[in-house]
């Protein structure tokens, strides 16, 4: 059955060879359709069981009813035609059309239905979907019953899937079917004048991952793609008013949309067909009834194509940009803005970028490197010479090879760094690399806004009374100092302070004497410890000191009598004495504390007992008990 084909020469002696034939294909038609039918109607008789496939299996008895109709029809029209010998090409082409629009609609609704029945889990499944694939073999097997209606036996058709594995195909169409999350975003529009056609699709390409839109006619269709972004046109040869050849040639014609890939479907499978859609521009082609695998197939690869090509766009439109970037930045940028190609070698820079550096006149402007730049700037003292020491890395190679290679370093790296002028300016550099290789380098000066952030870290990090650092500084210098001396094995001791009195002078001279008082007693701890210490106020009118490399007991015992001398024991208020004392407690490391918490809580025991012992005292935690 699936090799049948018919071939007419309309004269005489033909006429009643012509006239069988035609009757053996109606004749073959019908008994597929009288199998086809019954089984619909067991169908609709299961779908108590199966209500949400009603709809569609009334689809299927409406599809039966017109496609018997228009069996009659045909059959009349060509016998009449034969009889009078004048039987053309495109009447049989029209005649194909039309009956295996109705064939599509048929299977295709069949086939909805099964791919559905995968996901269910109910009873009978089994049954109601050997019944519908049942209609989907006869269905199929009319196709090649159909093609048989042509006066040219030269064709070429496309094979459609028969029953032998129909079930394999619905199973890669479960498993493999769904396109995935680089399609989410991708539209689809289907122009097709069958209304049959449009939901099967719509509802297969939904299914498969897809937005879809619809349109009954070409002059809908060209009106929907001018209004809504499209990736890929399903495009019907045979409409009415515009046919499908029409609007490829209008798409292929316009600059919006010449880019949009276009798959022509048609009940039609001639070669002429075929060539015909793409000359004029379409992707592919793809005959009805569909194949669920090969019109994946074919959409997927369509779509990936579209993606590419919109990538490609993109980059060329993101290139043109960037150009324009880079053009608009060079006469008008305030900031530095230089170009450095593939070899760190200046191609071309602004004023802003000359004026802030001054070597890029000395060496000519544009040839040399950016370290020669580092170079003539140095010798020009344009870098902040003091940072260039804070940045020293590597001890024992020489300060300005160094800092020069350290500049390098950044660069080339992609992340923003900072450049301190010697007027005291901070530049940040931020770069930019180019597809060869070079590099777009902005200098923006951010003095306000490093001096902002250096405010708000200094503000975090201390007491906004005295100046002095934070409890938390505090912890965090103290953290440092065990981890410091754990690799040195260096000693070094802590020193907890409170003042004696001190709530005396807040409850009968108010707390702004009290204030007065910590910051006398700050100014005279900051002049008195070394430039290696760390003095903090812990909160209230308690102070801790780390002292590193303390030395010596006798050392110690010094430093203590330092600051009691420095703080003193009384503050002159407005030429009135306010009286107060000072307690310090010594602890050492390791002997009195293993870690930052232990060493500071043994510091502030020997606070307490020296606290005991009255007013400008101090003791070591080591002696408490002796």
Not at 42 to 61: G, N, R, T, Y
Not at 374 to 390: C, Q
Not at 540 to 551: K, M, R, S
């Amino acid at each position: 059955m699936a090799g049948t084909r018919v071939a007419y020469e309309m004269n005489e002696k033909n006429n009643e060879q012509a006239i069988l034939k035609t009757e053996n294909i109606f004749e073959k038609i019908d008994d597929s359709l009288s199998l086809i039918k019954p089984l619909a109607q067991s169908a609709k008789a299961m779908c108590s069981s199966f209500p949400q496939f009603e709809d569609d299996v009334d689809c299927i008895l409406s599809a039966c009813d017109l496609f018997s109709e228009l069996v009659i029809k045909v059959r009349t029209s060509l016998m009449e035609k034969i009889n009078a010998g004048g039987l053309q090409d495109e009447e049989l082409k029209e005649a194909r059309h039309d009956l295996r629009a109705k064939v599509g609609a048929i299977l295709g609704y069949s086939e909805l239905i099964q791919e559905e029945l995968m996901d269910e889990d109910l009873e009978h499944r089994d049954t109601y979907a050997k019944i519908l694939s049942n209609i989907g073999e006869h269905a199929k097997n009319l196709i090649p019953v159909i093609d048989g209606l042509r006066l040219d036996d030269v064709v070429q058709t496309e094979s459609y899937t028969t029953n032998e594995n129909a079930q394999d195909n619905f199973t890669l169409a479960e498993s493999n079917l769904t396109y995935g999350q680089q399609f989410a975003h991708c539209t689809v529009l289907i122009i097709d004048d069958s209304a049959y056609n449009r939901e099967i699709l719509s509802r297969r390409l939904s299914r498969y991952g897809v937005n879809v839109m619809t349109a009954e006619n070409g002059a809908k269709g060209l009106e929907t793609v001018s209004h809504n972004p499209v990736d890929l046109i399903l495009l019907d040869i045979m409409m009415p008013v515009m046919n499908g050849y029409e609007v490829l040639t209008n798409l292929k014609g316009e600059t919006a949309t010449k880019n949009i890939p276009v798959l022509m479907i048609s009940a039609l499978s001639e070669v002429d067909s075929i060539v015909r859609c793409i000359e004029v521009g379409a992707e592919d082609y793809l005959p009805t009834p569909f194949n669920p695998v090969v019109l994946h197939a074919r959409i997927k690869a369509c779509l990936e194509k579209k993606i590419l090509r919109d990538r490609e766009q993109e980059n060329i439109e993101k290139l043109d940009l960037a150009r324009q970037k880079l053009e608009t930045a060079i006469e008008s940028i305030e900031d530095g803005f230089a170009v450095f190609d593939k070899d760190q070698r200046l191609s071309l820079c602004n004023k802003p970028f000359q004026r802030l550096y001054p070597g890029v006149e000395k060496l000519g402007f544009h040839g040399f490197t950016y370290e020669d730049l580092l170079r003539e700037n140095i010798n020009l003292h344009v870098y902040f010479e003091e940072r260039r020491r804070i940045e020293q890395t590597n001890v024992g190679v020489d300060e300005e090879e160094n800092w020069i290679r350290l500049q390098n370093a950044h660069q080339k790296a992609a992340e923003p760094y900072l450049i301190r002028l010697h007027d005291g300016r901070w530049i940040e550099v931020v770069n930019s690399f180019t597809p060869d290789g070079g590099q777009v380098s902005v200098h923006k000066d951010v003095t306000n806004r490093k001096e902002d952030e250096d405010r708000l870290t200094y503000q975090a990090s201390h007491d906004s009374l005295t100046g002095l650092a934070n409890r938390a500084d505090f912890e965090s210098c103290l953290a440092s100092s065990f981890a410091s001396a754990k690799r040195t094995n260096e000693k070094f001791a802590v020193m907890f302070l409170d003042l004696d009195g001190f709530k005396s002078i807040n409850d009968t001279l108010g707390h702004e004497v009290g204030d007065q008082v910590l910051i006398y007693v700050s100014e005279a701890l900051k002049k008195c410890i070394r430039t290696q210490d760390r003095v903090a106020r812990l909160g209230g009118d308690e102070f801790a000191i780390i002292l590193n490399a303390p030395g010596t007991g006798e050392d110690m015992t010094k430093i203590a009598d330092r600051v009691l001398e420095s703080v003193g024991d009384h503050y002159l208020y407005e030429g009135q004495l306010v009286p107060y004392g000072v307690s310090i407690g010594i602890a050492f490391y390791p002997e009195d504390g293993a870690t930052p918490e232990t060493l500071l809580a043994s510091s502030d025991t020997a606070m307490y007992a020296a606290k005991k012992s009255g007013k400008g005292h101090y003791r070591f935690y080591s002696e408490i008990g002796k």
